[in-house]
């Protein structure tokens, strides 16, 4: 089954703690990118990347790192957890001709 | 920059009655516009997309949207609702190659 996974789907952390959420899709997609969702704010996007080795920022990149080793996974990274990164997270990838994305279920993190 | 407006925060509608929710658009250029719903504790789904061609875009769940270049708007409708149809609906605007830019999202409750 064609599927965006995410892992952990729920976490609750403390201040300063690193973290890592994984991200990983089978369908061998070069375009993949991280989203945050918030209240009234819709999605918003932290990073993306294009091809293995290559990643930008998105619209709200602070705070946050990401990688891209392998072509399938592309883990977010919160090196410092903050109270205000507490949100709902979303991994996403597309084929390169195609306008469809694919979202992964979502990672609830909680940050005290 | 691409953008897009969700005016209405929550949308009711009484089960087999039409529903519309609105989506409005900002951008240079041709819009390629899209419609994605979430449901509870699940990821975003594409519902249908517009880039070119008839201004009626027909997509997944029975779910249709028309473009409507002079108002600017790119509206989800379906004729009869139904209750499972409840959920979260975002409009997207692509911005440049890859980017989904979102709307702040309206939540669909279909009554019985």
């Known amino acids: 089954e064609a599927q965006v996974t995410q892992n952990p789907r729920y976490l609750i952390t403390v201040t300063g703690k690193k973290l890592t959420v994984t991200c990983s899709q089978n369908?061998?997609?070069?375009?993949m990118s991280w989203y945050r969702q918030d209240p009234g704010l819709g999605l918003r996007q932290i990073y993306y990347?294009?091809?293995?080795?290559?990643?930008d920022k998105g619209d709200v990149p602070e705070g946050y790192k990401v990688s891209r080793k392998e072509k399938r996974n592309f883990p977010l990274i919160l090196e410092s957890p903050s109270p205000n990164q507490t949100s709902l997270y979303f991994c996403?990838?597309?084929?390169?001709?195609?306008?469809?994305?694919?979202f992964g279920p979502g990672t609830r993190l909680t940050v005290t | 920059a691409q953008s897009v407006a969700q005016p209405e925060d929550q949308v009711n509608v009484a089960e087999g009655n039409p529903l519309t929710v609105k989506c409005t658009y900002s951008?240079?250029?041709?819009?390629?516009l899209f419609w994605y719903v979430q449901y509870p504790n699940r990821g975003l789904q594409f519902l249908l997309k517009?880039?070119?061609?008839?201004?009626l875009v027909k997509g997944s769940y029975g779910f249709e949207a028309e473009f409507n270049k002079s108002q600017t708007s790119f509206h989800l409708k379906k004729p009869s609702a139904l209750v499972s149809d409840s959920a979260l609906y975002f409009c997207?605007?692509?911005?440049?190659?890859?980017?989904?830019?979102f709307g702040t999202g309206t939540r669909l409750l279909v009554s019985p």
């Open positions: 996403a990838s597309k084929d390169r001709g195609s306008y469809e994305q694919y």
């Open positions: 369908m061998n997609h070069e375009y």
């Open positions: 990347s294009m091809n293995v080795e290559v990643t």
């Open positions: 951008v240079s250029g041709n819009p390629y």
């Open positions: 517009y880039i070119t061609g008839d201004n």
């Open positions: 997207a605007v692509r911005d440049g190659f890859q980017k989904l830019v």
